[in-house]
């Protein structure tokens, strides 16, 4: 396999072709953001965590039926993906009151939801990803009725493998964001990452938070967080 030309540089990722039709090959940066690029950073080793946390979870959720564009792991920082056209939508699920939904409605962070409450968010940098309904979806034609109806049910779906992963391993999944796209054939794949990055992860027994809150509160080291959770995950870091 032959990397080629850049395709797409975004906030954490480098989008190569390949030699082969319809794989790209994925590149994890050191960057991160927050509040929509406002908060800029450069933490050595981020990259790497992200795509092994993001290849091992992909795999695992491959195993329990869920599919997804990943193709395999390449190296620390690299990984094969299917290509896929990325819906304009980051379908948020949310266990747990964290973040904008508490800032938003107004209920203390750590309220337990009596079930899972899932968002939509429009991708759009410049207008701030903002919080969109159904029928903003339909105005915009970002997808059917028929494809949320999907989304909706995929996210779901996803949100109750990972609960049951992430129990296993002393970690509470609070909240998290997911990215889909369309295959040439127009089904409907999980893409882009799950990782720290854009999950709510906090220690079951402390309540200690494990993800990007770390980075976007200042609340220590992020690598270390980072860490906890790979080597949890049965992971390696190198
Ligand atoms: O900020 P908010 O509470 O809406 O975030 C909900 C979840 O989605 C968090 O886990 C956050 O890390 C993730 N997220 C993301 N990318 C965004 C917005 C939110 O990964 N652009």
Redesign the pocket.
Known sequence: MEKGQLLYEGKAKRLYATDKPEILWVEYKDSATAFNGEKKAEIAGKGLLNNKITSLLFEKLQKAGIASHFVQQLSDREQLVQQVSIIPI?V?V?NIV????AKRLGIAEGTVLARPIVEF?LKNDELG?PIITEDHIELLELATSAEVEQLREKAVAINQVLIGFFHEIGVDL????IEFGRDSNGAILLADEISP????LWDAKTKQKL??DVFRRDLGNLTDAYELILTRLGGQHS
């Open positions: 980051e948020v949310r964290a973040g904008s939904m968010y990803d609070i909240d998290f964001k990055d854009t999950c709510r993800d990007k």
